[in-house]
């Protein structure tokens, strides 16, 4: 039971490229998110799914886009990279989308570098 | 929009002693999380807060929640090094998986 895995774990791209990250858990979870973390920011919300065949935006969807690909992958695409995306990108997924005690389990993060 | 605030954003503190991290949030939510994130590392979840007056203790660290005052404490009792880590709290805003508002994080340093 490997939880929520994503790759690449490191990646470094110039302005103007794209690039998929990559995110499936093993734990049967319903809803996905992706955030990213900049220092002195917390994490910030880009994209969720809360089942199999749904995305919906959340704080900061701009420059991204997000495709469910069935219940274990929740892939995040950017497609014309900038600086100001550079970030960690941390995945995470819980069992019904916070309901009662849900909580949300999250993966080892993608550190993005735009140069 | 939901805004949640930590305080302190910064702790360094002695090992022994008691300290508390408070975290407010701006609009009605009934569901309130602490994580940890130690350098480098992903996020661990700490405790789910889910009711008024709710309090979940797990070793030196204890959570309450206070739904009226929007407000609540992690306290750490008698801290020692393992403890230091960046906590966060995080709030959902609504009903069904819209994802989490988190705070900016309190990077604790504990020192001998």
């Known amino acids: 039971n490997a939880g929520v895995t994503q790759t690449p774990k490191f990646q470094v791209l110039k302005t103007g490229q794209s690039m998929t990250l990559q995110c499936a858990q093993d734990?049967?979870?319903?809803?996905m998110y992706w955030y990213r973390q900049d220092p002195g920011m917390g994490l910030r919300l880009i994209y969720y799914?809360?089942?199999?065949?749904?995305?919906d935006k959340g704080e900061v969807p701009n420059g991204y886009n997000v495709s469910r690909l069935n219940k274990r992958e929740f892939s995040l695409r950017l497609e014309s990279a900038a600086p100001s995306q550079t970030s960690v990108y941390f995945c995470?997924?819980?069992?019904?989308?916070?309901?009662?005690?849900?909580?949300?389990?999250f993966g080892p993060g993608t550190r993005l570098t735009v140069l | 929009e939901l805004k949640v605030e930590q305080n302190p954003l910064f702790l360094s503190m002695q090992e022994g002693k008691n300290y508390t991290i408070y975290c407010n949030y701006s609009?009605?939510?009934?569901?309130l999380y602490w994580y940890r994130q130690d350098p480098g590392k992903s996020l661990e979840s700490l405790f789910v807060?889910?009711?008024?007056?709710a309090v979940k203790q797990e070793g030196r660290l204890m959570a309450s929640l206070d739904t009226k005052a929007r407000l609540s404490t992690l306290h750490i009792t008698a801290a020692v090094h393992d403890l230091s880590a960046t906590y966060f709290c995080?709030?959902?805003?609504?009903?069904?998986?819209?994802?989490?508002?988190f705070g900016k994080g309190t990077h604790l340093i504990i020192q001998p």
């Open positions: 995470a997924s819980s069992l019904q989308g916070f309901s009662m005690s849900d909580t949300q389990y």
């Open positions: 734990m049967n979870h319903n809803s």
């Open positions: 799914s809360a089942s199999e065949g749904t995305t």
């Open positions: 609009t009605t939510s009934d569901r």
């Open positions: 807060l889910l009711s008024n007056g």
């Open positions: 995080a709030v959902v805003s609504g009903g069904g998986a819209d994802g989490l508002t």
